[in-house]
C-alpha cells in the first residue's frame, strides 16, 4: 500500500483558507492519479473542486481522530502545518491546554487569563517527574533541565523566546521560582529569596506598556543561577542586552514610559517622595506623548511598594533607594526643561535663569544649574589645536537633553544590575553548575522599523541557527545510537543571512565605518548598502524597495523586513556630549558622581570590523552595534557550552482576549519562532519511532508467523516488508523500528482492515448460529402447538355430549318444577283470601268498641289539656321574658370581655400577669364555689320553711275538714279550703322557679369555670411551648458557639504545630551550621567561644536555666510570630559569618529589626547595634512574656466559661421554677448581652494579645517575669510518705540519663517494655520531690527532656525507635499531668508534686508533637518516592493493559532518565511495607489507637493527594484500563487499612477523592444520563478536576473512544453550581498538614515493683524506696 491508497472516499485532508488559514474537508471519491481534480465537502457543508495539477499539490492528509489533541506534535503521523495549527487550537480550545511539546520545543500559548496551574502543589508534582510522563508545563522543562544538571553535571540553558505580549517574562519568572522552590527546599536560604527578588526590580526599570503587551521587557536578559553540590541555589547573575533607551524620551501612541517613572508620580504623595518635586504624570514630557496614564488592572503605587521592598532584599539601603529615585525624578524634570530657539536662523537656544525644570533637576543630581544650561546649549570643538565654544540650534539643543537623558537611564540601568548581580553573587565559593534562564525578544516587525528591531532580528537569527543545528544535532544523535544507515538531513540554514549582517562590509560593518566619518549620514550609509549588496556584489537576503531610496530589505528567516534608515547612525552612536559628562562627574550625589566615574574603567577598543584585527590610530567610544554584537557572541558562546531547552512563546491574538484564538497570527509567529522548522527536520527523516515490543504488541495480527513477545524484532523484521514494500519507507534500529512520515497510518489502515475481514468472518458464523438456533426453536413450537390443538378438540367434543345428556335432565326436571309450583300457588290464594276476609269483619266490630271508648277519654283529656296550655304559656312568656333580659346583660358582658380580650393592652397585661390572672381567676372559682354553697344552703333553708309551710297548711286543712265534718254549713268550708289551696299552689309555683333559677345559675357558673379551666390550660401550654422554644434556641447558640470554639481551637492547634515543626527545623538548622563553624575553627585556629555555644554543647547538663528553649518553648498566642527573630537565626549570623561577611548582611537583619522596634515605639539608639546575646535575652523575654499573656488569657477564660455556666444554671432554674413569659424574655436578653460581652471581651483580649508592646515587655515585664521564673531558695515543706520509689542521687543523674536515654542501643531499647525509661524517670523525679529537694526533681527532669530531644535528633530517620520515643514522651507527659496539682485537687488516692513541674510538662507536650512529626516524616520520605509508581503505573492485574498500548508513543527527551525495570518497579506491596513498618512500630509500643488513627489519616491524605495530583496531570493514565488497575490498588490499600481497624480515623475516607477520579475514567461518558450520574457520583471532586479528567481521558483501544465536547460542556453545566463556591485550584494541597491531639488518659499508680528493669540497662545504682 502506498501513500496516494490513503487519499480514498472519506479520508480528511486539509485546503488553504484565507480566513482560517487551513480548513478542513472529506473526500467525496477516491484518487486516481492523473486526475486534475478532487471533490471535497468542506466542513460548512459545501462541496468544492479542488485542482491537482501533480501528486505534489495534493492536499495534506489529516491524522485520525485518535491522536487529535496530542500532546506531543512530533507524535502526530502527519507532520506538516495544518496539523500542527489543529492540535495547537484543540488543546487550547477545547482542553483549555495552553502548554504544549514538539519535541525538544515547548509551545506556550498566552492565555491572557489567571490559571490555577502554578501553585506549590503543581510544583510538587512536577517534582522528580520524568518530563515524558506528565503534562506538558513550564515546570516540566525546569525539572528536566535541572534533574539533568544534576545527573550529568552539565550546565543547562533555558531558551525563551517569543514577540511581545507571548508571555516571555511570565514563563522565565515562574521558570526561576521553580528552581528557588527545588533548589532551596532542603537549605531555606535567603538566596532564593533573592532570586526571585530580582524580577519586579527588573520589571520596574526594564518593562513598559506598549500596544502588544501592558508589560513589555524593553530589553533582553540571561539570567545564570548557580547551584551547588547538592543541588541547593547557592548564587545567581544577570546578563542585560540592548536596552530600548530611545522610550525614555519618545513612547508611541496608546504606549507609556517605563514603568518606575509612573510609580514615583504615583506615590508624590507620600512624605519621603515630596522632596522629588513631582507630579501626575500629565505634566511631564517624557511621560505623556503615548496618551496612556494608566494600564487597567494595575496599581503603580502598590508597585512601587513592591519595587523597594526588593530592594532592601537585596540590600540596597533606603538612603541608596531615595538616590535612585532622585535621579529618576531628575530625569523627569529634564524633559521639562524649555529650550528656546533665537538667532535669525535658529542657530542659537537659551534656556531662561528662572527655568523651574531645570533647578529642580540640578538639585536633584547636585550640580550647577548654570552650567548644565550652558552646555545643554553650546558646545565644545577641538580646531587646530584651540578649543571653540560653538552655539548650537534649538533642535540640537533638544536632541542634546534627550541624549542626556538616554545615558543617565542608562547608567542606571547597568548600575542597577551591577548592584543585583553583587547581591546575587554567591558567598559559598564558586558554583559546581548553573542553569541559564534567556528571556529574550522575539523577532519583530512593524509598518516602521528601526535601528532596535534591526539588532532583535538580528539577535533571533543567531537563536534561530542554534536551535536549527541542536535539533539537527539531536535529530542524528538518535540515528547514531540505533545504528541506522541514514542520509545526512538538509534544513535551512540561515548563514547567508548572518553574513550579510555581521561578515566583512556587512550591514554592521558599514554602519560603524558610517559613524567614524566626520559627516556620515543616514543616506550616504544607505547608499554604500546599494552598492555593496546590490551592484558590486548582490545578495540573495538584500534588496532596495521600489518606492524609497532611504531604506532596505532584508530577507530574514521568519519574514522579509524593510528597515528605515533614519536615525541608525544616532542611535548606533549613542553620543553624549563630554562637557554634560563632566557636568555629572562632578556631582554632589555619591550615586551620581559613580555612575558616570564607571565609563572611564571600561577599556575602549578601535571601531571596525570584529575580525579585521586593525586599531585605529584614534580610540572611539564603543558603538552600540559593536557592543550588542560583543554581548551576544558571549551569550551564543554560553548556550553553545550547555545543553539547551526551549520554550517558545505564542501570541494566539493581539486584542489580548482570553482563549481566543487567531490562526493567521499563529502560523505567523510558528514559522517565525522555528517549531515549524522542527516538524520539517522530523518530517524529513523518521518522525514515528516504536520500539520492537510497542509494535508487536499493537500490530501483531498483521505479523505472520509464531506470535511470541520474545521473538518480536525477528517478527517485525521478517514481516514488515511484506506490508510496506517500499524498504525506504522503514527502518530498523537496535531497539526501535522507525516509520517516515504517513506510513502508521498505512499501518493503521492495514490493521482496521483485518479487523474489518475478520469481524466479517465471526459475523457470519455468528449469524448462521443464530439462524440454525432459530430454526430448531421453530420447529419444536410448530410440534408442540400441534399437540396442544388437538387435546384441545378432544377435549371440546366429550364435553359438547356432557352438555346434551345434562340438557334433557334439566329440561324434565324443569317442566315437573313449573307445575307444582303453579298447583301450590292456587291452593296457598285461596287459603289467604279466606283468612283476610274474617280477620277484617272480626276488625270491623272492635274498631267500633276502641272509638267509642276512645271519645270519652279524649273528651276528659282535651279539656284537662286545655287547662294545663294556657297556663304553661302564661308560664313559659315569663320565663321567656327574663331569659331575654338576661341574655340581653349576659351579651354586653361577652362583647366587653371580648373587646378587651382582642385589645393589645390587655394581650400584653394577659401575658405579663398570666400568674396573678390564673390565681384570681383560681379565686374567683373558689368565690363562685363558696356563692354556689351559699345559695345551696339559702335554697336548702327556704324547702325546709316550705315543708314547714306546707305542714302548717296540711294540719290546717285536716282541721278545716274536721270542722266541716262537725258542722253541717258546708259553704264557709269550701271557701276557705280552696284559698289555701290557691296559696299552697303559687307557693309551690314560686319555689319551684327559685329552683329553676338557681339550677340555671349553677350551670352557667360551672360552664364559666369549663372555660377558665380550657382557658388556663390553653395558658399553660402555650408557656411550655414557648419554653421548649427558647431551651431550643440557647441550646442551638450554645451548640454553634462550640463548634466555632472548637475549629477555632482546631486552628490554632494546627498553626501552633507547625511552628513548632519549624521551631524545629530552625534549630536543626543553627545545629549544622554550629557544626561548621566548629570544624572551621579548628582549621583556622582557636577562637573565643560563643556564649551561645555553651548552652548548647551540653544538652545533658544536670541543672539547666529556667529560660532554656527547653522550658520556655514559644506559644501559638505570641505576639510576634514572625516578625521577631529567632535565637537560632541570631545566632547562625553570629558564629558562621565573618566579621565582614556580617557587615555586608548586616541590612537583610537590622531593617526588619527597625521596622519592628518602630512600629513597637521602642526608642533606639542608631550607634549602639543588639549584640548577638542581647537578641538571645530579648527573645526569651518575649518568650516569658507570652507566658504571662498566656496565663492571662487562660484566667480571663476560665471567668468567662464560669459566668456562663452560672447564666445557663440561672436559665434552667428560672425556666423550672416559673412560667412568667416576662421573666424568660428578660433572661433572654440577659443571655444575648453576656454572650456579646463574651464576644466583645475575645475581640478585646485578640487585639490585647497583637498591641502589647516591645518597650513593656523589655523594661517591666522582664524583670518581674525573671525574679517570678527564678527559682527561689523553696521553703522546706513537709515530706509526703508515698512507697514503691526510685531513687536517684544527684551526682548519678547523669549517669542515668546516659544510660537509659542517651547512649540506648536500638536492639535493647526494642527489647523493653513500652515506657519503661518513662516509668523509671518518673519514680525518680517523684522520690525527689517526695523528699523535698525539688530543684534535684526539676533538675532531673529537665535533662531527661533535653536528652529526649537529642535522642530524637540522633535516630531522625528510624521508625522503631521514634515511636520509642514518642511513647517514653507521652507516658512521662502523663505521668506528670496525673500528679500535678490541678489533676489531683479532686483525688485522694494520689500525692500531688510539690514542684512547679508546668514548664516542662509543655515542653513535654511539644516535644510529644515534635516526635509524631517526625515519626510521620520519616514514613512519607519512604511513601514518596513509590507512591505514583505502586498506585499509578504498578500493573497488580497482569494481562489488563496488555492490549492497551497507546497508538503512538512519545519520544523520549534527551535528558529523561532511563525507565525502571518493570521487576524492580514499586508496587502495592512496597506501599503496603512501609506502612505496616509504622503499624508494626506504634503497635510494639501499646500507643493508643486514636494516635494511630490521626497518623495513618495523615499517611492515607498524602498517598491519595499525591496519586490524584499526577493523575490530574498525566494523560497516559487516563483510560479505563489503568483506572481498573488503579481501582484494584486502591482497593488493597483500604482491605489493609480495614484489617488493622484503621477505618474509623478517617484514613479511608480521605481515598474517595481518588476512588471517585477512578469511578470516572471507569463510567460510561456519552448520553446525558450519564453526565448528571457523574455529577451526582463525584461528589469529593471539584469541578475542574472532573473537567480536566474528562480532558486527558483517552482512549487506548479501538472499543474505546474519545469524550466529545458537548458531553465535556454538559458536564460542566451541571457543575456550575457547585464551583461557584470553590476556589480555581486544580491539584490537592500535598503539603496540607493535620492537627494531632494527645488525648489525656490517666495511667494507673506506678510501683517501683512492678518494673522489670533488665541488667543491660546499667541503671542498678538506682535503690528502691
Known amino acids: 500500500m502506498t501513500s496516494l491508497e490513503l487519499y480514498s472516499k472519506g479520508a480528511c485532508v486539509w485546503v488553504p483558507d484565507p480566513d482560517a488559514v487551513w480548513l478542513s474537508a472529506l473526500l467525496l471519491q477516491d484518487y486516481r492519479p492523473g486526475e486534475k481534480h478532487i471533490l471535497l465537502q468542506l466542513s460548512n457543508g459545501t462541496e468544492a473542486r479542488y485542482p491537482v495539477g501533480s501528486l505534489s499539490d495534493l492536499p495534506p492528509l489529516g491524522n485520525p481522530d485518535i491522536l487529535e ?111 528557588a522552590v527545588v533548589g532551596g527546599a532542603a537549605q531555606q536560604t535567603s538566596v532564593e529569596e533573592r532570586v526571585l527578588a530580582s524580577n519586579p526590580i527588573m520589571e520596574s526599570i526594564g518593562n513598559a ?131 528656546q530657539a533665537s538667532g535669525r536662523s535658529s542657530d542659537r537656544s537659551y534656556i531662561d535663569a528662572d527655568d523651574r525644570p531645570l533647578a529642580v533637576f540640578s538639585k536633584l543630581l547636585g550640580v550647577e544649574g548654570s552650567q548644565m544650561a550652558h552646555w545643554l546649549c553650546h558646545r565644545r570643538l577641538a580646531v587646530g589645536g584651540e578649543m ?142 546599494y552598492d555593496q549588496h546590490l551592484t558590486s556584489r548582490p545578495h540573495p537576503h538584500f534588496q532596495k524597495p521600489r518606492m524609497s531610496n532611504s531604506a532596505f530589505i532584508v530577507l530574514h528567516f521568519a519574514d522579509t523586513v524593510q528597515y528605515e534608515c533614519d536615525g541608525f547612525l544616532n542611535k548606533n552612536r549613542d553620543t553624549v556630549f563630554e562637557e554634560l559628562i563632566n557636568i555629572l562627574k562632578a556631582s554632589q550625589s555619591e550615586l551620581v558622581a559613580e555612575l558616570f566615574q564607571q565609563q572611564e574603567k571600561v577599556s575602549s577598543v578601535a571601531n571596525g570590523s570584529i575580525r579585521s584585527g586593525k586599531r585605529a590610530t584614534r580610540e572611539h567610544k564603543l558603538t552600540v552595534g559593536f557592543q550588542f554584537r560583543q554581548s551576544l557572541q558571549m551569550l551564543m558562546d554560553t548556550l553553545n557550552s550547555t545543553t539547551p531547552h526551549y520554550v ?65 524484532q525477528d517478527l517485525c523484521r521478517h514481516s514488515l516488508p511484506q506490508l510496506i514494500p517500499d524498504p525506504d519507507q522503514y527502518c530498523f534500529g537496535k531497539t526501535k523500528v522507525f516509520f517516515r512520515a504517513g506510513q502508521v497510518a498505512l499501518l493503521e489502515r492495514l490493521r482496521a482492515e483485518r479487523l474489518r475481514a475478520a469481524a466479517v468472518v465471526i459475523q457470519s458464523r455468528v449469524r448462521g448460529w443464530l439462524a440454525r438456533i432459530t430454526f430448531t426453536r421453530i420447529c419444536w413450537a410448530t410440534v408442540t402447538i400441534q399437540r396442544y390443538c388437538r387435546g384441545a378438540l378432544a377435549r371440546r367434543l366429550a364435553l359438547t355430549l356432557r352438555y346434551t345428556k345434562a340438557a334433557l335432565v334439566i329440561q324434565k326436571t324443569y317442566r315437573m318444577v313449573v307445575v307444582r309450583q303453579l298447583f301450590l300457588m292456587i291452593r296457598q290464594a285461596t287459603i289467604t283470601i279466606q283468612a283476610f276476609t274474617r280477620g277484617t269483619l272480626a276488625r270491623q266490630r272492635y274498631r267500633l268498641l276502641v272509638a267509642e271508648r276512645a271519645a270519652v277519654l279524649l273528651q276528659a283529656r282535651v279539656r284537662g289539656w286545655l287547662a294545663k296550655k294556657a297556663y304553661r304559656r302564661v308560664h313559659a312568656a315569663v320565663v321567656f321574658m327574663q331569659c331575654c333580659a338576661r341574655r340581653r346583660a349576659a351579651r354586653r358582658e361577652l362583647m366587653r370581655l371580648k373587646t378587651e380580650a382582642r385589645s393589645v393592652e390587655r394581650y400584653r397585661e394577659l401575658n405579663k400577669g398570666m400568674e396573678v390572672k390564673l390565681m384570681q381567676l383560681q379565686l374567683k372559682a373558689d368565690q363562685e364555689a363558696r356563692d354556689v354553697a351559699a345559695l345551696r344552703e339559702t335554697l336548702h333553708a327556704e324547702r325546709e320553711a316550705t315543708n314547714t309551710e306546707l305542714e302548717a297548711l296540711r294540719a290546717t286543712v285536716q282541721k278545716l275538714e274536721s270542722q266541716k265534718q262537725k258542722q253541717d254549713k258546708p259553704q264557709p268550708c269550701s271557701v276557705i279550703s280552696e284559698k289555701e289551696v290557691e296559696e299552697r299552689k303559687r307557693a309551690e309555683e314560686k319555689a319551684a322557679q327559685q329552683i329553676l333559677q338557681l339550677t340555671q345559675d349553677l350551670q352557667a357558673l360551672q360552664r364559666e369555670k369549663a372555660n377558665f379551666c380550657k382557658e388556663r390550660e390553653n395558658l399553660s401550654a402555650r408557656l411550655a411551648e414557648q419554653e421548649k422554644a427558647q431551651e431550643e434556641c440557647v441550646h442551638q447558640a450554645v451548640s454553634q458557639e462550640s463548634t466555632a470554639l472548637r475549629a477555632e481551637l482546631d486552628e490554632e492547634r494546627r498553626k501552633y504545630q507547625g511552628l513548632l515543626r519549624e521551631f524545629t527545623r530552625l534549630e536543626q538548622r543553627y545545629d549544622n551550621l554550629r557544626e561548621m563553624s566548629l570544624l572551621t575553627e579548628h582549621t583556622r585556629g582557636h577562637r573565643r567561644t560563643d556564649s551561645t555555644q555553651s548552652l548548647s554543647l551540653e544538652p545533658l547538663s544536670p541543672s539547666p536555666t529556667p529560660l532554656s528553649p527547653q522550658s520556655l518553648t514559644p506559644l501559638p498566642l505570641s505576639p510576634f510570630p514572625s516578625a521577631f527573630p529567632s535565637p537560632e537565626d541570631v545566632r547562625r549570623v553570629s558564629v558562621t559569618s565573618p566579621c565582614s561577611d556580617r557587615r555586608v548582611s548586616a541590612w537583610s537583619f537590622d531593617t526588619p529589626m527597625d521596622q519592628l522596634m518602630e512600629r513597637m515605639d521602642v526608642a533606639k539608639d542608631p550607634a549602639v547595634k543588639m549584640k548577638a546575646e542581647d537578641l538571645a535575652h530579648a527573645y526569651d523575654a518575649v518568650r516569658v512574656a507570652n507566658k504571662f499573656l498566656e496565663s492571662q488569657l487562660r484566667s480571663q477564660r476560665s471567668q468567662l466559661e464560669e459566668e456562663l455556666e452560672a447564666l445557663r444554671s440561672q436559665i434552667s432554674q428560672t425556666v423550672g421554677g416559673s412560667s412568667s413569659a416576662a421573666q424568660r424574655q428578660e433572661l433572654q436578653e440577659l443571655l444575648e448581652a453576656r454572650e456579646q460581652e463574651c464576644v466583645r471581651l475575645r475581640r478585646e483580649l485578640k487585639e490585647l494579645k497583637n498591641t502589647v508592646s516591645l518597650r513593656r515587655l523589655l523594661t517591666q515585664v522582664l524583670p518581674s517575669a525573671l525574679t517570678s521564673e527564678m527559682p527561689s531558695s523553696p521553703s522546706r515543706q513537709k515530706p509526703a510518705t508515698v512507697t514503691g520509689l526510685l531513687e536517684c542521687r544527684k551526682r548519678d543523674e547523669t549517669k542515668l540519663i546516659k544510660n537509659l536515654i542517651t547512649d540506648l542501643r536500638v536492639d535493647s531499647a526494642l527489647s523493653l517494655p513500652p515506657g519503661l525509661p518513662a516509668n523509671v524517670l518518673f519514680l525518680c523525679v517523684r522520690q525527689a520531690d517526695c523528699s523535698g529537694d525539688q530543684t534535684h526533681a526539676v533538675s532531673l527532669c529537665s535533662a531527661a527532656v533535653t536528652a529526649l530531644k537529642a535522642a530524637l535528633k540522633k535516630h531522625s530517620s528510624d521508625v522503631d525507635m521514634t515511636a520509642l520515643w514518642l511513647k517514653n514522651a507521652c507516658l512521662l507527659h502523663d505521668l506528670l499531668t496525673q500528679h500535678s496539682p490541678k489533676q489531683t485537687l479532686n483525688s485522694d488516692e494520689v500525692v500531688p508534686l510539690t514542684a512547679d513541674l508546668s514548664d516542662l510538662i509543655r515542653a513535654l507536650s511539644d516535644l510529644c508533637i515534635q516526635a509524631y512529626q517526625q515519626l510521620l516524616s520519616i514514613t512519607e520520605k519512604r511513601l514518596q518516592k513509590i507512591i505514583v509508581p505502586a498506585l499509578l503505573e504498578s500493573e497488580t492485574i497482569l494481562g489488563l493493559s496488555g492490549s492497551a498500548v497507546k497508538l503512538i508513543t512519545s519520544r523520549k527527551r534527551s535528558g529523561s532518565d532511563p525507565r525502571t525495570v518493570a521487576g524492580d518497579a514499586p508496587t502495592m506491596a512496597a506501599v503496603l511495607r512501609e506502612l505496616g513498618a509504622l503499624h508494626t512500630a506504634l503497635s510494639r509500643q501499646t500507643l493508643p489507637l486514636t494516635q494511630m488513627e490521626q497518623a495513618f489519616h495523615q499517611l492515607t491524605y498524602l498517598i491519595s493527594a499525591s496519586a490524584l495530583n499526577s493523575l490530574l496531570l498525566r494523560k497516559d493514565m487516563c483510560c479505563w484500563s489503568r483506572g481498573m488497575q488503579i481501582r484494584y490498588n486502591v482497593s488493597v490499600l483500604e482491605e489493609w487499612l480495614r484489617s488493622r481497624g484503621l477505618q474509623a480515623g478517617g484514613a479511608v475516607a480521605t481515598l474517595e477523592p481518588l476512588i471517585q477520579a477512578v469511578q470516572l475514567l471507569q463510567a460510561e461518558k456519552r448520553t446525558e444520563g450519564d453526565a448528571q450520574a457523574l455529577a451526582q457520583t463525584c461528589t469529593a471532586l471539584s469541578s475542574q478536576q472532573i473537567v480536566k479528567i474528562l480532558t486527558l481521558y483517552t482512549p487506548h483501544s479501538d472499543l474505546d473512544e474519545r469524550v466529545t465536547l458537548n458531553f465535556i460542556r454538559t458536564v460542566q453545566g451541571l457543575l456550575k453550581g457547585r464551583s461557584e463556591g470553590q476556589p480555581p485550584q486544580l491539584l490537592m494541597d500535598v503539603r496540607r498538614v493535620f492537627p494531632v491531639t494527645f488525648p489525656y488518659s490517666p495511667p494507673p499508680l506506678l510501683h517501683a515493683e512492678q518494673l522489670v528493669i533488665p541488667d543491660s540497662l546499667k541503671i542498678s545504682f538506682l535503690r528502691r524506696v
Open 209 to 339: 506598556k506598549t500596544t502588544r503587551n501592558d508589560n513589555s521587557s524593553r530589553f533582553g536578559k540571561y539570567i545564570e543561577i548557580g547551584f551547588g553540590r547538592k543541588g541547593d541555589i547557592i548564587g545567581a547573575n544577570m546578563r542585560t542586552y540592548l536596552l530600548e533607551k530611545s522610550r525614555v524620551v519618545f513612547q508611541a501612541s496608546a504606549e507609556r514610559n517605563y514603568h518606575i517613572f509612573y510609580q514615583l508620580c504615583a506615590s508624590r504623595e507620600l512624605p519621603e517622595m515630596r522632596s522629588l518635586k513631582l507630579d501626575a504624570p500629565e505634566h511631564f514630557r517624557y511621560t505623556n506623548q503615548g496618551g496612556e496614564m494608566q494600564i487597567p488592572g494595575t496599581d503603580d503605587l502598590s508597585d512601587l511598594e513592591r519595587t523597594r521592598n526588593a530592594f532592601t532584599i537585596l540590600g540596597v539601603q533606603p538612603d541608596q533607594q531615595m538616590e535612585l529615585f532622585r535621579i529618576l525624578s531628575a530625569v523627569l524634570h529634564l524633559g521639562n526643561v524649555n529650550i
Open 388 to 529: 571653540l565654544v560653538k552655539p548650537v540650534s534649538g533642535l540640537q539643543a533638544v536632541e542634546a537633553r534627550d541624549a542626556l537623558a538616554k545615558h543617565i537611564y542608562g547608567q542606571l540601568f547597568t548600575w542597577t544590575v551591577q548592584r543585583l548581580n553583587s547581591a546575587l553573587r554567591s558567598q559559598r565559593g564558586k558554583a559546581k553548575s548553573f542553569i541559564g534562564v534567556l528571556d529574550i525578544y522575539g523577532f519583530e516587525t512593524f509598518d516602521r522599523n528601526s535601528f532596535e528591531q534591526f539588532c532583535i532580528n538580528y539577535a533571533n537569527e543567531k537563536l534561530q541557527q542554534q536551535f536549527n543545528r541542536h535539533v539537527f544535532h539531536l535529530e542524528q544523535e538518535e540515528y547514531v545510537r540505533e545504528e541506522l544507515a541514514w542520509s545526512r538531513i538538509e534544513f535551512s540554514d540561515n548563514q547567508q543571512c548572518i553574513s550579510l549582517i555581521e561578515g566583512q562590509l556587512g550591514l554592521f560593518d558599514l554602519l560603524d565605518e558610517e559613524c567614524r566619518m566626520p559627516k556620515g549620514s543616514d543616506e550616504s550609509w544607505v547608499l554604500k548598502l
Open 69 to 179: 489533541g496530542e500532546n506531543d506534535l512530533t507524535a502526530l503521523s502527519f507532520l506538516h502545518e495544518p496539523a500542527v495549527l489543529h492540535n495547537l487550537r484543540v488543546r487550547f480550545l477545547d482542553y483549555s491546554s495552553i502548554y504544549t511539546y514538539c519535541g525538544i520545543v515547548l509551545v506556550a500559548i498566552n492565555p491572557y487569563d489567571q490559571l490555577p496551574i502554578y501553585g506549590e502543589e503543581v510544583i510538587d508534582a512536577y517534582s522528580g517527574q520524568d518530563m515524558g510522563d506528565m503534562e506538558p508545563h513550564i515546570f516540566s522543562v525546569a525539572e528536566e533541565a535541572y534533574r539533568t544538571m544534576t545527573r550529568e553535571e552539565k550546565n543547562q540553558s533555558i531558551i525563551i523566546s517569543g514577540e511581545s505580549g507571548s508571555g516571555k517574562t511570565v514563563s522565565a519568572k515562574f521558570t526561576m521560582r521553580y528552581f
Open 648 to 712: 517558545r512563546c505564542i501570541k494566539p491574538n493581539d486584542l489580548k482576549e482570553p482563549f481566543m484564538f487567531d490562526p493567521g497570527r499563529t502560523v505567523q509567529q510558528l514559522r517565525a519562532c522555528g517549531v515549524l522548522e522542527t516538524i520539517r527536520i522530523s518530517a524529513a527523516g523518521f518522525p514515528s519511532r516504536w520500539t520492537y515490543e510497542e509494535f508487536f504488541s499493537r500490530y501483531r495480527l498483521l505479523l505472520r508467523g509464531p506470535q511470541n513477545q520474545e521473538q518480536a
